[in-house]
């Protein structure tokens, strides 16, 4: 237990809900232990606007953006992102640096290091991104979501990835009552999915029996879908629902495990570093969940799916194989406790 009542951190974590959620888990449980002061960097980027909205704990905007743009652009912006964090590390004076990777992680996990801030890292996704991986050698610890990637980084610790709490609640009976067939939650992630939108459009005409709660921008105008533009208890709605269909971005799939509650994943081509391939590859591997091609979407295989799923003992098998994911210990609690042992 801490020996000090106030611990001020500086959180790093922007543009996508896979960085910013787990971030925020780990600051809500600090927060219950000692008095916390947070600072959270983003970009301003992505989902970060509506995530950020009405935030509790204070959040500062510095552009900073990746090797794909033009060198000169590159190299202008990190450094004057570089000179932001440095001026703002001397003014709050933080205890250490939490940082779960993307550009806005790497220069800010740059220039605690330079500073002598402790930093601890977490990174989501089964292979470590470039931040993380090079920052692992500067950190305190590096907690890993998956034992599989604690190889793949120095100082690292398998810690599970840090959720928002509820998703291992019991299912509301009212709920199941308003909607007695199987029910399928379909979302494309913080940032939407047309793919997604495309194939619960397609399925609900297909699998009328069923009920489709969709979450995303656009809206599916058939009689068995639901429509949500934004959902902010998706704890209760995953564990509510029966089967998942969404890409396989690192928060979802903890989210996934943590609920085991059966997935198909349409990973997105586009990630960075092939993660979302990789993410679901290895949750199709532990027999958890089913990937289907976003640029050849088997229909039959995602209904003989479904249907296989809609068998009692079928789905058992698979939501057990998602359990055994889990780690021993809730991970923020987990996160929290080895970094106020380390800073106190």
């Not at 510095?62 to 003014?91: F, V």
């Not at 890292?121 to 470590?128: A, D, F, G, K």
């Not at 690292?156 to 009552?177: C, I, L, N, T």
């Amino acid at each position: 237990m801490p020996t000090r009542t106030e611990i001020r951190g500086i959180f790093a974590a922007g543009v996508t809900g896979g960085h910013i959620y787990p971030a925020v888990a780990v600051a809500d449980e600090l927060s219950k232990i000692v008095n916390l002061k947070a600072l959270f960097i983003g970009t301003g980027r992505g989902a970060e606007s509506r995530i950020f909205k009405n935030f509790k704990y204070e959040y500062i905007q510095i552009p900073a953006i990746g090797s794909d743009a033009s060198r000169i652009k590159y190299i202008y912006k990190n450094t004057m992102a570089i000179l932001k964090i440095s001026r703002l590390i001397n003014k709050f004076s933080p205890d250490f640096l939490f940082t779960t990777g993307g550009y806005i992680g790497g220069i800010t996990g740059y220039v605690a290091h330079k500073k002598g801030i402790p930093i601890f890292l977490h990174e989501s996704n089964v292979q470590p991104g470039i931040s993380t991986k090079k920052l692992s050698a500067y950190s305190v610890i590096s907690f890993c979501a998956f034992e599989e990637t604690t190889k793949f980084l120095q100082n690292a610790f398998f810690s599970g990835m840090p959720v928002r709490q509820g998703f291992e609640s019991e299912k509301d009976p009212e709920f199941s009552k308003k909607y007695p067939s199987m029910k399928v939650l379909a979302f494309g992630g913080s940032e939407g999915s047309n793919v997604i939108d495309t194939i619960v459009d397609n399925l609900s005409k297909k699998m009328k029996e069923i009920t489709f709660f969709h979450i995303g921008p656009s809206k599916i105008e058939n009689e068995n879908v639901i429509n949500f533009d934004y959902y902010e208890d998706i704890p209760y709605l995953m564990r509510n629902c029966d089967v998942i269909i969404s890409r396989a971005g690192a928060s979802t799939i903890a989210e996934i495990i943590q609920s085991a509650r059966p997935a198909i994943l349409v990973p997105w081509k586009g990630s960075l570093n092939g993660h979302q391939e990789l993410n679901a590859r290895y949750l199709e591997k532990m027999g958890g969940v089913f990937v289907i091609d976003e640029e050849n979407i088997d229909y039959d295989k995602i209904i003989s799916v479904i249907q296989k799923l809609s068998q009692k003992d079928f789905y058992k098998i698979v939501s057990d194989n998602l359990k055994k994911l889990r780690p021993v210990s809730n991970p923020s609690v987990t996160i929290a406790r080895m970094i106020i042992e380390k800073v106190s």
